[in-house]
C-alpha cells in the first residue's frame, strides 16, 4: 500500500513516517508540504493513500482534494476535531487527531487495506439513477462522529453500550451521554459488527461486551443487565438467538 504524506509540519511528516514503520506492507512514497506540492506528487507517484492535514498554508486539504479530478483514498490527521463532519462528508476513511496512536492508525490503515484490495465490481448500466453505494462495516475499535444539535462527539464503538429507537430517531447510550441521530436501527444494524452487536428486540441494539447479568423472564425470554446501569428485555424470538449465539 503506496502512502503519501501531506502535512507542513516537519515534526508531523517524520511522527507519521515512524509510526508508519511498524506495518511492512505501507511503503511511503513521498512527502508533501502544501496542496501544490501533493497535486504533483499524486499525479506523479499515483499513491494509494493519503494521510492528509486540514489546515496547511495556501489551500486546506479539503480544496486540495475539490481540485482532484481522481483522489486517492484518504485518512485524515490533524489537531482539530471540527472538520470531522466535513471529513466524512467527502468519504474520508477516517479522523484520527494528532498525536496519532498507533492502535488507531492501525485500524485506520485496516480500513483502507480493505477498501484498497477489495474487488471492483461489474457495472450495470441502468435508466434510473445511480444508486448509492454500500458504507464499509464498521468495527467495535472504529470511531464514529455523533452529532446532536450544536454538541458533537468522537465516539469509539466498543464505548456506546445501546441503540434505542426514539421516534423517527435513535438515541445513543455512551458514558453519561444520550444524543439522538437521524438514523433508524435498520441501517445501524447493517454497518455493526454482529459479533459485538446484538438485535435485542424491535426497539434495541446493545453491545454484548456491557452485559453485566443474564436473567430468566417471562415466557422463556431473558432479561439483561447492562454494566453502569440499565436493563433490557430480550424478546421471544430474539432469546432464542441469543441463547445460541452465546452458547459452547
Known amino acids: 500500500m503506496n502512502v503519501l504524506i501531506v502535512d507542513d509540519s516537519r515534526l508531523a511528516r517524520t511522527e507519521l513516517r515512524h509510526l508508519l514503520q511498524a506495518f511492512p506492507d505501507v511503503a511511503v512514497v513521498g512527502e508533501a508540504r502544501h496542496a501544490d ?3 504533483a ?5 499515483r499513491p494509494d493513500l493519503l494521510l ?19 483522489a486517492p483514498h484518504v ?11 466535513q471529513a466524512f462528508a467527502v468519504n474520508a476513511l477516517d479522523y484520527l487527531l494528532k498525536p496519532v496512536q498507533e492502535t488507531r492508525l492501525a485500524a ?9 484490495t477489495a474487488p471492483v465490481p461489474a457495472q450495470v448500466a441502468t435508466a434510473g439513477p445511480a444508486e448509492e453505494a454500500p458504507q464499509a462495516p464498521l468495527t467495535a475499535q472504529d470511531q464514529v462522529f455523533v452529532k446532536d444539535g450544536e ?7 466498543a464505548d456506546i453500550k445501546l441503540f434505542e429507537i426514539n421516534g423517527s430517531y435513535t438515541r445513543i447510550h455512551f458514558e453519561n451521554h444520550q444524543p439522538l441521530i437521524p438514523r433508524t436501527l435498520q441501517q445501524l444494524e447493517a454497518r455493526l459488527d454482529p459479533k459485538v452487536f446484538f438485535r435485542v428486540n424491535r426497539q434495541q441494539i ?3 461486551k456491557w452485559i453485566a447479568g443474564i436473567e430468566p423472564w417471562f ?30
Open 206 to 208: 446493545i453491545n454484548l
Open 108 to 116: 485506520a490503515l485496516a480500513k483502507a487495506r480493505a477498501r484498497i
Open 151 to 157: 454538541r458533537c462527539w468522537f465516539v469509539k464503538l
Open 75 to 85: 485518512i485524515f490527521t490533524t489537531a482539530y476535531d471540527e472538520y470531522a463532519l
Open 41 to 45: 506528487q499524486i499525479e506523479a507517484l
Open 37 to 39: 506540492e501533493a497535486r
Open 52 to 70: 492528509l492535514d486540514v489546515q496547511m498554508p495556501g489551500q486546506t486539504g479539503f480544496e486540495l482534494l475539490a481540485s482532484l479530478e481522481a
Open 219 to 248: 415466557s422463556n425470554t431473558l432479561k439483561l443487565t447492562l454494566r453502569g446501569g440499565g436493563e433490557v428485555e430480550v424478546s421471544r424470538q430474539q432469546s432464542v438467538r441469543f441463547r445460541e449465539l452465546l452458547s459452547l
